[in-house]
């Protein structure tokens, strides 16, 4: 049996029922990434030893039935701006490339407890700054389903990961849809949940108002359980918020009727690739048929939603990665001869293009002489959005769009260039700029055989919601069983 | 042309917290360099603040006793630069909605009430300390006081002269001791001062270009700035110059400022709201149980302390300048009067604004350094009441006893200080003084009444002040009206 093809419920049956031992599946995903990882670039680092001895010493627990939680003996990975005690945290970055963390962040801690187990760190764009992977400094994350094509980003080794059954699952971080359009791109399911409900404590933030943990999975089911370890409240991150009803597992119901969903007419445009037209139609027209209502809904202050983001991410990340000097961790420039010298070559050298770019951009905006028209005004979009959601909300349960207008496109592609936020993530954002929670659900396959994503956004800790209205949109779709092509190198 | 000067305060106070301001490292001063450290105060990637709740509710306190109003809604915002003690890059701080604004603090100045404006007080955290070390040319860095809370109280430029500021920063020094916001100490940096200084023509309404002061490590040195600031900016503009918008650093050695640099060109912080910390609301309920809570101002203790103990006014005035001060005439007071039956409470301000003040003058120290106790103290006066030990005598035991610590009945003994009353022998070296001095006698005979004063003191001297005072009076007296 290929255990690597496996999801996080089948696993869990099986273990249950003692038919499977977890050094077992640890060796089986193990030799998967052996031979693929060479075609797909998926992982920054590796944590195989540490893997296996902790896979032995919960086969032990097993056999003494102990009681386990579900996702315990389940490799997963972790994106590289997430702290993983004593695992080198690199941000895909230069700057951190011989970072090793002195804590763990609260997410990973918990998953500890859970005994889940840590198969290694993910690519990434540069500090979660663009959309293809290919910001990171050190290694593009090509798509499992043509090599050709980009992965997506920022999170796309995860998604790439996934996808290519390398892990079970994988916990990143979504700051512009930079999870979600990964998914996407990958074919997987990708969750960002409400602002507050995952602690951000140990997640190396750009832009901590606009950026969550969340986690992508095989399945909708996967999704459901991985949510439910990680949403908790945390007193160590002082946006996370107390939320009693997390038991996500029990909205896996195959139920949509009467269920309305509501599509903003601002989204149709020009850009929409014509199969992602064709598929998101097709998605509209089987949910109506599963018995959901499909309601007209605007969002007057959409078309201002992008900019504001870019503005708001610059910003806050000019701040927050400020703190690479080349004092006290990370990079140092060496031959310096003075403080202001060693600054600047430190963050020359440690920092690439685009997050140059970014850096410079939110100096600018948060000056005195941009301050009001720039940061200011983004935030009175944001507060405009967030009413016109609110409105939105009134009208309907969900609101659908698609994950991104454009498939996964080729490296060095123009569509990655522009200052992190690309094309891709415009529907994607508008979640990370409101805070409600977003999923990004398989719903079809471009004539080329690159899968198309769905986005499904509710409102503000309605993860139940979500999980029900895509659990049967996949229940009664086939798309999530769909595998890329054999990527395994042959001898 | 007459010029006055307009002087406006910032002051930094660190507060008396266990833990730092967003997170529960240590603040104790004076620790091992970064071993009060940890990743969120170090800045490590990842790590997130969450706010100090004892910090917030001294900075309400501060507040109040500042009659200030105390903010509803509050954020913390972010101070962008660049500098190595800082481990963020970003001082996390209160600019857009500061904790408190619009107070005031009364000082007195020469009798003369004088009302200073609080313009804002606002959070922050402080940053670590650069160490250089010139002999093998390294700097250093101890991140311990990085994010230890501080406050900030900016006044309005009200203060006129070197004198108001002094004693507005004393003022505000005891309060905030009275309050236990902080231990205030300058030299150890708990409190620290910078000086916005214009000077104007008399008259004029509008302010003039002002410069801002740095390094000023003792009220002293406050002092002295504003003046030598006051009379720099004169003279340029007498000599029609400009005064240029800058900052600059006091040396209180040489007694001059240099610039620091000019403030035109200087930084753009790019503050913002720190998107890590969320706002925070601080209810009325809050401030009402703080305010029930206030201890005793010094203001009302001074007043309580001429209503209750009959004070004069200045009495009230010196022994409420410290809060220990003040707790150590109280407990004196009360054992005394515990032991006297009575109010003898003017005896025990006597001793300690005037023996107590010279001796911590004289050794250049506070009284905290001293090892006296209230009951020492006492000690000491019951002796004098009995007439154990005469006062001069007594002086010299409080000094030693202030040092040593010892019991006054020991040191009596030990020393053999112990009063002369023994009248046969006193009557032997009070004669022994007439005989020595013919001529006083022959002076206050022909009505010198200060003659008699010498005599006295002569007879003091010869039993190294042991002698009881009451007694040499009227054996003196005895002795001229009887042999002469």
């Not at chain 2, 918008?245 to 640099?261: I, N, P």
Request: hydrophobic share 35%; glycine share 6%.
């Amino acid at each position: 049996m290929e255990l690597y093809k496996l999801t996080v419920h089948e696993i869990r049956g099986l273990v249950n029922k003692g038919k499977l031992s977890i050094e077992k599946l640890v060796r089986g995903v193990i030799q998967r990434i052996d031979s693929t990882e060479s075609l797909l670039d998926s992982f920054i680092t590796l944590n195989i030893d540490e893997a296996l001895h902790q896979a032995r010493t919960l086969d032990q627990l097993i056999s003494q039935e102990a009681r386990l939680s579900t996702l315990a003996g389940i490799p997963f990975g972790v994106q590289d701006n997430i702290c993983t005690f004593g695992i080198r945290t690199t941000c895909a970055s230069k700057m951190l490339d011989d970072f090793i963390p002195p804590y763990d962040s609260s997410v990973i801690e918990k998953l500890k407890n859970s005994h889940s187990i840590i198969l290694g760190k993910l690519n990434m764009d540069e500090f979660g700054m663009g959309s293809s992977t290919q910001n990171s400094a050190f290694k593009f994350t090509k798509n499992p389903w043509s090599l050709h094509k980009v992965s997506g980003g920022a999170a796309g080794g995860g998604a790439a990961a996934v996808a290519s059954d390398q892990v079970f699952y994988a916990i990143g971080s979504d700051a512009s849809g930079c999870l979600r359009q990964p998914a996407a791109f990958c074919g997987v399911v990708g969750i960002k949940p409400t602002y507050g409900l995952v602690s951000r404590f140990g997640l190396v933030a750009c832009a901590p108002s606009l950026e969550q943990i969340g986690c992508i999975t095989k399945d909708v089911t996967d999704c459901a359980y991985v949510l439910e370890e990680i949403a908790f409240y945390d007193k160590k991150d002082s946006t996370s918020i107390r939320n009693g009803n997390s038991t996500y597992t029990s909205y896996l119901m195959d139920d949509v009727k009467g269920l309305k969903i509501g599509v903003p007419k601002e989204i149709f445009d020009e850009s929409w690739d014509p199969d992602v037209r064709t598929y998101v139609n097709n998605s509209i027209e089987i949910l109506k048929k599963l018995g959901a209502q499909i309601v007209d809904i605007t969002l007057p202050h959409f078309k201002y939603a992008s900019a504001s983001h870019s503005i708001i991410f610059c910003c806050e990340s000019s701040s927050n990665l400020a703190r690479y000097d080349g004092i006290k961790y990370g990079m140092r420039a060496k031959g310096v001869d003075n403080l202001e010298e060693l600054y600047c070559k430190t963050r020359s050298q440690g920092f690439g293009q685009e997050v140059k770019a970014i850096l410079m951009l939110g100096n600018l905006f948060l000056s005195n002489k941009f301050y009001d028209s720039h940061y200011k005004k983004a935030l009175k979009i944001r507060e405009l959005l967030r009413n016109d959601i609110r409105k939105a909300f009134e009208k309907c349960h969900i609101i659908l769009t698609p994950t991104s207008p454009i498939l996964a496109f080729d490296f060095n592609h123009e569509s990655s260039l522009p200052i992190g936020m690309s094309e891709s993530q415009r529907y994607a954002l508008l979640a990370n700029m409101t805070g409600i929670p977003a999923i990004s659900i398989p719903c079809g396959f471009s004539q080329e055989g690159l899968p198309i994503g769905l986005q499904l956004m509710a409102d503000k800790f309605n993860e139940g919601t979500l999980i029900k209205a895509a659990y049967t949109f996949e229940r009664n779709t086939d798309y999530h069983m769909k595998k890329p092509m054999k990527l395994e190198v042959t001898e | 042309m007459k010029y006055e000067t307009v002087v406006g305060l910032e002051i930094h106070v660190e507060l008396k917290t266990q833990s730092k301001m967003f997170c529960a490292c240590s603040t104790a001063f004076g620790s091992e360099p970064n071993s009060q450290c940890c990743p969120i105060c170090l800045g490590i990637p990842g790590a997130l603040p969450t706010i100090n709740k004892k910090a917030v509710e001294l900075a309400i306190k501060t507040g109040l006793a500042l009659n200030c109003k105390i903010s509803e809604y509050n954020t913390m915002d972010r101070k962008n630069y660049f500098y190595p003690d800082l481990p963020k890059a970003y001082q996390t701080t209160q600019q857009y909605h500061p904790i408190c604004r619009d107070g005031y603090l009364d000082i007195n100045i020469d009798g003369r009430k004088k009302r200073v404006g609080i313009t804002r007080i606002h959070l922050e955290e402080d940053a670590g300390k650069l160490i250089h070390d010139s002999e093998n040319s390294l700097s250093l860095i101890d991140y311990n006081r990085a994010g230890v809370p501080l406050i900030e109280i900016v006044t309005e430029p009200h203060i006129e002269s070197p004198e108001e500021a002094v004693a507005f920063l004393e003022e505000l020094r005891n309060i905030l001791i009275y309050l236990d916001v902080s231990d205030c100490k300058m030299q150890e940096g708990s409190l620290r001062c910078d000086v916005n200084l214009s000077i104007r023509p008399k008259g004029q309404t509008s302010l003039g270009t002002r410069t801002e002061m740095k390094n000023l490590n003792s009220f002293r040195a406050v002092q002295r700035a504003i003046k030598n600031e006051a009379e720099r900016q004169q003279n340029i503009l007498e000599s029609g110059g400009e005064i240029l918008q800058e900052t600059r650093r006091w040396d209180d050695l040489k007694g001059q400022s240099v610039a620091m640099r000019e403030k035109q060109e200087a930084d753009d912080y790019r503050y913002f709201q720190d998107p890590d910390l969320v706002p925070f609301i601080i209810d009325n309920q809050m401030v009402e149980k703080i305010k029930n809570n206030m201890p005793e101002l010094p203001a009302q203790k001074r007043e309580r302390f001429v209503s209750e103990y009959g004070l004069p006014e200045y009495d009230s005035r010196i022994l409420t300048s410290s809060r220990e001060l003040a707790d150590f005439f109280e407990a004196s007071v009360k054992l005394y009067d515990e032991m006297k039956g009575s109010k003898e409470s003017k005896t025990v301000s006597n001793w300690l604004m005037g023996d107590l003040m010279r001796l911590t003058k004289e050794l250049g120290v506070e009284l905290g350094d001293l090892k006296l106790t209230p009951s020492l103290l006492v000690q000491l006066l019951k002796l004098i009441d009995q007439g154990v030990i005469s006062s001069p005598i007594a002086k010299e035991v409080f000094d030693e006893m202030c040092q040593s610590g010892q019991e006054p009945d020991k040191i009596v003994e030990k020393k053999g200080l112990r009063q002369i009353s023994d009248i046969d022998q006193l009557k032997e070296i009070v004669r022994e003084v007439i005989q020595e001095n013919p001529k006083t006698i022959a002076d206050y005979k022909a009505g010198k009444k200060k003659a008699f004063g010498h005599l006295v003191g002569q007879t003091m001297k010869k039993t190294k002040g042991k002698a009881n005072p009451q007694l040499v009076n009227k054996l003196l007296q005895d002795e001229i009206n009887i042999f002469q």
